[in-house]
């Protein structure tokens, strides 16, 4: 658990990171074109990482055909976040994200979702779930009530499509292995996002010009370090619950969100510092409940 305990937190970072990159190049060239050239971008990175381990032993492992479907997902992902990020601004985008995401994460204990390990709520956690739902309350504000019903919405959405990319992602990695499960994260949400661009045909007029103002970073940043996220999810999500994980790499996110949000105010959000000091101090208190039945012998999946 303290490998994920580094690791989680350091992704969670980046998506932050990568959403800003995202976000500025929607503004820049339009929210379909963005997820293209994301989408382009991580192809190219994870096909150049896969061509350098050609000789790589390959999995023989058989995957049901939705787990296939994990980068249509993404760019419904992609697009929610893109749009709750310009509307919201980064620390109310996250926070609305995690509530979406935490809810489906503990569903997926609950159910054991596609096959995973179950991890049914149980009393001992609600305290944490408590913190956790207080500091997002606080993350959100007093000032929530003039924001865009829309832009909250897709907010929600981004967590739960996030939540669901991560799972089928991780599955698919454990059957056929990172590095291919990735490549066809890229090549399914490559080809929804054409198949969107020719349905909804986004006017071309202007778009090389603002390509070339956008420049290389914000053109292949996101889709680069989108690579190293969707692959380091992957390995993180079958290890530990999903629940566990959804925090781990929020502590990172969130705390990386703040320093977003000051750079570009200029001061310090109060409400949304303390929002996430209580959700990362549920962090801290479930995993001293987790430590606590492990000692005991009572860590077992339908107890945690």
Do not use: W
């Amino acid at each position: 658990m303290r490998l994920f305990g580094l690791l989680a937190p350091a992704v969670g970072a980046l998506i932050t990171v990568m959403c800003g990159i995202n976000s500025a190049l929607s503004l820049k060239v339009g929210a379909l074109y963005a997820i293209l050239f994301i989408h382009c971008a991580g192809f190219v990175a994870v096909s150049a990482f896969c061509a350098a381990r050609r000789n790589e032993p390959r999995r023989d492992g058989r995957a049901p055909a939705y787990l296939y479907l994990a980068g249509c997902v993404g760019v419904g992902t992609v697009f929610g976040t893109n749009m709750a990020f310009n509307a919201l601004g980064a620390s109310l985008a996250v926070a609305l994200a995690l509530l979406g995401q935490t809810l489906f994460s503990l569903a997926v204990d609950a159910t054991g979702f596609l096959g995973r390990r179950r991890y049914p709520l149980s009393a001992r956690r609600l305290p944490v779930l408590a913190m956790v739902l207080a500091g997002i309350a606080c993350m959100a504000g007093r000032g929530t009530s003039g924001l865009s019903a829309v832009a909250v919405l897709l907010g929600l959405a981004a967590g739960v499509s996030n939540g669901l990319n991560s799972i089928l992602n991780a599955e698919l990695g454990l059957r056929i292995g990172l590095a291919r499960s990735t490549r066809i994260n890229y090549i399914a949400g490559l080809a929804t996002t054409v198949a969107l661009i020719a349905v909804l045909r986004p006017p071309l007029e202007g778009l090389p010009r603002s390509a070339a103002e956008a420049g290389p970073l914000l053109l292949a940043g996101g889709g680069f370090l989108g690579v190293v996220v969707v692959a380091s999810s992957s390995y993180i999500y079958p290890r530990i619950p999903a629940f566990s994980a959804t925090l781990l790499v929020f502590a990172g996110q969130a705390l990386a969100g703040l320093a977003f949000d000051f750079i570009a105010l200029g001061r310090l959000d109060a409400s949304k510092a303390l929002g996430i000091g209580l959700v990362v101090a549920g962090l801290g208190l479930d995993a001293a409940r987790a430590r606590r039945e492990s000692r005991s012998g009572g860590g077992t999946a339908e107890q945690a």
